[in-house]
């Protein structure tokens, strides 16, 4: 893959200015995705959706938002529908998704998890929710998990009733 040096960037926000899409495609497809992100940081906000719709390859469109800043990933995922966040955590690492998912809203969060395709996948982040960020409180001298919505029934089976953690 290319390094990304201060030339190139202000060479891709040139094409990406003038709507170059067959220009700004071929750039990212030989960037990394950290170089991506890195140039996504000078953009807007239509201008960075503009050009992550350009990404041809949805592991690379995956790993451009994790490497985006958590307040910039934010920004671009409020756009997208929760199916569309799905088909992306399910290309990521349980760890990864877990992080992402953290960062939606309840509801939101809800809606891309039963929207994940990989359903041991899904099983797998919606265990790890509860052990990593939900954690417990005590209520009534018990102690007992969070009040939070995910899907109900073994995640892996599909199923779409919803517990309480």
Known sequence: MK???????ELIEEMIEHGDEVGA????SGLHPADIAEL????????????????????KKADVL?????EDRKKLLENMDPEQIGHFIDLLDTDDAVDLIQ?????????????IEDMEQAGDIVDLLRRRSYGYRTHKGKREPFDARLPEGDAASGGRSRRHL
């Open 66 to 70: 994790m490497e985006l800043d958590e």
């Open 25 to 28: 495609r071929n750039a990212f």
């Open 103 to 115: 960062e939606l809203d309840e509801e939101d969060r809800e809606e891309v998890i039963l929207n």
């Open 40 to 59: 996504f940081q000078s953009l807007d906000i239509k201008e960075a959706e503009w050009a992550f719709n350009l990404i041809d390859d949805k592991e």
């Open 3 to 9: 390094d990304l040096n201060e030339k190139d960037i």
